[in-house]
């Protein structure tokens, strides 16, 4: 078995598994091993099943020797965001709220990739309830960065993103409600795109903003990427969110489209305030790399981008309120075991305080204030009205250009514990990414060059539902570049 199994893309292994080159149980515990021998290092697992992932590689061997495949991911471990629901598999938010529940049914997007074949491999960890930008916010452990194991690998999908780059993984799912897929897949210098919200669906995603999550794919290349983001998206009757729309071919669609000169847009207010961080560099040179193709280069205005944070964590912060008032340790979450049992407020009060960490109760204190009599309109209402203005700025936007050019992330991963006593800070590292979330549309990070020897994502942020132009634009950078081979040494 090659050591450098674990680092071939899923299109790679895809192939060797049609050649018979290779069998999914060897692909499998290939896998298993470089986990055990990698995890202690980056902890990006909060469990894993390896007798489960072995039998769905089993079935998948035995599909294949009768000639009966279900297609290209048939086979390929994928690991799972610890947010969306596995039948029969642990489901914990990496929450003590959720720590001992076992999900009885399956997300949209598992049951999905279940019918393609696909190896559902383990559960990964993640900032509580998806609430953070480094998943330091766990309750069960924190992840490390591969490249540099003292910091952070970006959250809250950073469990996911460390397992790719650390090769524990081939393809992963994340959840992206302000760039929890982007921000993670930039510092650890692997791709993930957060799609169109209602094309892939939520059913099955423990509810954290829900006009605002999105379930994405996060993988080592733009086709690994756009053959997951196939393999989930679709209408979906259980999300009343979730919209009717003809999905292209997307890998069909990067070949046709990759002598193609786009025009693209630079966000003057983007740009004016990342000019001295130390990310710029490579995020400059990626934008003369389009330049040198022939593509247009225009700049763009998004005038109401300043309000985007303040926006954001306005609504995110209502909708989780709401959603996370189900956690009451009434019916199955977390019971305080000892509580003074006057009424039963008393039981929700002490099982929510133990029960949940310090990030989401700041977060579910500040969505009740904002939703509260007297404040609804001062501040809830206004930030709707606000969102609706900086969906209009992307409209307005995309009338000029194609696809717009940011970076991913103020900075490079920054050192563990850095930010942790200081909130307004962390919320700031999204700063470039949760705009797409407020508007609907899609964006997604790719590498681009390092800073520091740490990884730099460039963002491409492109029209609704234009996914297949979006991956085009990432490919055209990929395919000239060989960053995508480039690894952490563990």
Not at 116 to 142: C, H, I, P
Not at 240 to 268: C, V
Not at 466 to 487: P, R, V
């Amino acid at each position: 078995m090659s050591e450098e199994l674990h680092y071939k893309s899923a299109s790679e292994l895809s192939q060797m598994l049609a050649n018979k080159e290779l069998s999914s149980v060897e692909l499998t515990k290939a896998t298993i091993a470089r986990v055990k021998a990698v995890e202690e290092k980056v902890g990006a697992f909060n469990s894993f099943d390896e007798s489960d992932a072995l039998a769905q590689a089993e079935a998948s061997d035995a599909r294949r020797s009768a000639g009966k495949s279900f297609g290209p991911l048939d086979g390929i471990p994928v690991g799972i965001k610890d947010n969306l629901a596995v039948n029969g598999q642990p489901l914990t938010c990496s929450s003590k709220m959720l720590e001992n529940f076992v999900s009885p049914y399956d997300a949209t997007c598992i049951e999905k990739l279940k019918s393609q074949g696909a190896v559902l491999w383990g559960r990964l960890n993640l900032d509580e309830y998806a609430m953070g930008s480094s998943t330091e916010n766990s309750a069960f452990k924190t992840t490390s960065n591969p490249w540099d194991l003292e910091r952070i690998p970006g959250g809250s999908s950073g469990g996911s993103a460390a397992a790719i780059a650390a090769g524990q993984a081939v393809l992963a799912l994340g959840s992206d409600t302000g760039g929890s897929i982007r921000q993670p897949a930039s510092h650890c210098g692997i791709v993930g795109v957060k799609p169109t919200y209602g094309s892939v669906s939520r059913y099955g995603l423990a509810a954290f903003a829900s006009s605002l999550d999105q379930v994405g794919p996060m993988a080592r290349s733009v086709k690994d990427a756009a053959m997951l983001l196939q393999a989930i998206s679709g209408h979906d009757e259980r999300d009343s969110t979730s919209y009717r729309f003809e999905q292209p071919d997307l890998l069909a669609a990067i070949e046709s489209n990759s002598g193609r000169k786009w025009t693209l847009g630079l966000p003057k207010e983007y740009f004016a305030n990342a000019e001295n961080t130390p990310a710029m560099e490579p995020i400059l040179k990626a934008i003369d790399f389009y330049r040198s193709l022939g593509c247009e280069i225009k700049e763009v205005s998004l005038p109401h981008t300043d309000y985007a944070v303040a926006t954001y964590y306005i609504v995110a912060t209502a909708e989780a309120s709401s959603n996370l008032a189900r956690y009451d340790g009434i019916r199955y979450t977390h019971r305080a075991e000892k509580f003074d049992a006057k009424d039963s407020v008393d039981i929700y009060c002490q099982s929510r305080a133990e029960g949940f960490g310090e990030e989401v109760k700041r977060r579910i204190i500040l969505g009740t204030y904002v939703l509260s009599s007297g404040y609804y309109d001062a501040y809830y209402l206004k930030a709707q009205k606000v969102r609706t203005l900086i969906r209009r700025d992307f409209e307005n936007a995309f009338k000029e250009v194609d696809a717009l050019l940011t970076p991913t992330s103020p900075s490079p991963a920054f050192k563990k514990g850095e930010k942790a006593s200081d909130p307004l800070s962390m919320y700031l590292s999204d700063i470039y990414t949760i705009s797409a979330n407020l508007a609907g549309i899609p964006g997604m990070s790719l590498p681009c060059g390092y800073s520091d020897g740490l990884p730099v994502g460039l963002q491409i942020l492109g029209k609704p539902f234009k996914e297949d132009e979006m991956l085009s634009i990432a490919n055209q950078f990929e395919a000239a570049h060989d960053f995508k081979d480039q690894h952490p040494s563990l």
